[in-house]
């Protein structure tokens, strides 16, 4: 079936580099994206979406890429901190689904002093 | 600021023994969604509400797993009888509404980690 994946379980970063994050997603009818950060113990944290009429989208340190022509989504988090070592996953979903989220695997993010 | 909660954070039950989970939406969240997680794996949804009325239960194993929402508010899952393969964390989220559009953003609560022997 269609799915969504990340290239990369794990990236180790220093402190202050800037990571990038990204994720494959094969279901073309997918037109709204997020980003989710979840640390050890807790549920999933809203990051940051974008809808497919967009293809760049910027937050708080935070920006998500969206290229639809090879289907793939990256998130870029600026000045990388020891508070943003987490587990990221992306989701995906249609708009005439409910709201129903298909998540990835996820990426370990590793920050180093 | 407003939280999803659940209770309880841990529980460890035998095999075959019943066990239930409990989840409070953020208020005024018309949507409601109960989640598996498997350890490095993404959350995979099992049920979801729009208000008492379940919309999506396709990945939901009926024949040991039901849910409700009785009152289109808070909601219960519960699992009887346990298997040994069930040991993952369920995690609730609500949103909004998926029919308004508007708003696709989940909030998650912290999930109820499970662990069956």
């Known amino acids: 079936g269609e799915s969504v994946g990340l290239h990369l379980p794990t990236l180790s970063v220093q402190e202050g580099d800037n990571s990038i994050i990204n994720c494959a997603y094969s279901?073309?009818?997918?037109?709204?994206f997020i980003w989710y950060k979840q640390e050890s113990g807790k549920g999933p944290q809203f990051i940051i979406d974008i809808r497919s009429n967009m293809d760049k989208r910027q937050g708080q340190r935070v920006t998500v890429l969206l290229n639809k022509t090879v289907k793939h989504l990256s998130l870029q988090i600026a000045a990388t901190q020891p508070g943003d070592s987490a587990v990221y996953f992306c989701a995906e979903t249609t708009t005439d689904s409910w709201g129903k989220l298909q998540f990835g695997a996820g990426t370990q993010v590793v920050v180093t002093p | 600021e407003a939280e999803v909660a659940q209770s309880p954070r841990y529980k460890i039950t035998e095999k075959s023994q019943a066990v239930a989970f409990w989840c409070d939406p953020i208020s005024g969240h018309a949507t409601l969604y109960w989640y598996r997680q498997i350890l490095g794996q993404g959350p995979e949804l099992l049920v979801q509400?729009?208000?008492?009325?379940?919309?999506?239960d396709s990945q939901l194993p009926k024949d040991r797993f039901s849910a409700e929402r009785l009152k289109g508010v808070d909601s219960t899952l519960k699992i009887q009888p346990a298997e040994l393969g069930d040991s993952a964390m369920y995690l609730c989220?609500?949103?909004?509404?998926?029919?308004?559009?508007?708003?696709?953003?989940?909030?998650f609560g912290p999930g109820t980690r499970l662990t069956v022997t």
């Open positions: 279901n073309s009818a997918s037109d709204y």
């Open positions: 509400f729009q208000d008492e009325s379940v919309v999506d």
């Open positions: 989220a609500s949103s909004l509404g998926a029919t308004q559009g508007a708003s696709y953003e989940q909030y």
